[in-house]
């Protein structure tokens, strides 16, 4: 996809909305995929993976969450999922999840926010459960590609994680 112009003829950074749902789409097939080291490679070092408990609020740092990872808790979680010495993790829950209803929030130049909805299937130990959140994606151009710079999984009834998630959402 070539980018689009500017009055001057350079080529703009501003990230289009298709563009954005193609790479999330792009990360949710990662993850059900369990394809962790490409999933790793499209964030940001400074960026945030974020699952609150409570739905209101944006001080995340501020507030109790069930996952707030940046890079280095991002890579240790991935670890985990991988090791068998995660009891969450073994045997790994087969997902399968949808994301869709998108919406840009904010797009300037190199940086864009996306909210969408997910619905998450899981199967482990011959159960099915259902996960459904509100999902906002801080999305940043760079190098010409895109790459993460926030995920907040506002889980629906957070309730429901509590018992455990052997993935990443």
């Not at 070092?45 to 501020?62: F, K, L, N, Q, S």
């Not at 890579?75 to 999922?81: I, K, Q, S, Y």
């Not at 130049?109 to 459904?132: F, M, N, P, S, W």
Request: glycine share 8%; proline share 2%; hydrophobic share 40%.
């Amino acid at each position: 996809m070539r980018a689009a112009k500017t009055k001057r003829g350079a080529a703009s950074k501003r990230i289009e909305l298709q563009e954005a749902i193609e790479f999330i789409w792009l990360e949710a097939d990662l993850l059900d995929s369990q394809d962790y080291d490409p999933w790793l490679a499209l964030w940001t070092g400074t960026g945030h993976y974020v699952i609150p408990i409570e739905r209101g609020g944006d001080d995340h740092a501020a507030q109790l969450n069930i996952v707030y990872d940046d890079h280095a808790m991002r890579t240790a979680r991935v670890r985990r999922l991988r090791g068998e010495l995660s009891v969450a993790a073994s045997p790994s829950a087969r997902t399968a999840r949808t994301v869709s209803r998108f919406r840009g929030i904010e797009n300037a130049e190199g940086c864009a926010v996306i909210r969408g909805a997910q619905h998450l299937i899981e199967h482990k130990y011959d159960r099915t459960r259902i996960l459904a959140a509100d999902v906002t994606y801080r999305l940043v151009r760079s190098g010409g590609g895109l790459l993460l710079d926030g995920k907040v999984v506002r889980l629906i009834n957070s309730d429901d994680a509590l018992f455990g998630i052997s993935y990443l959402l």
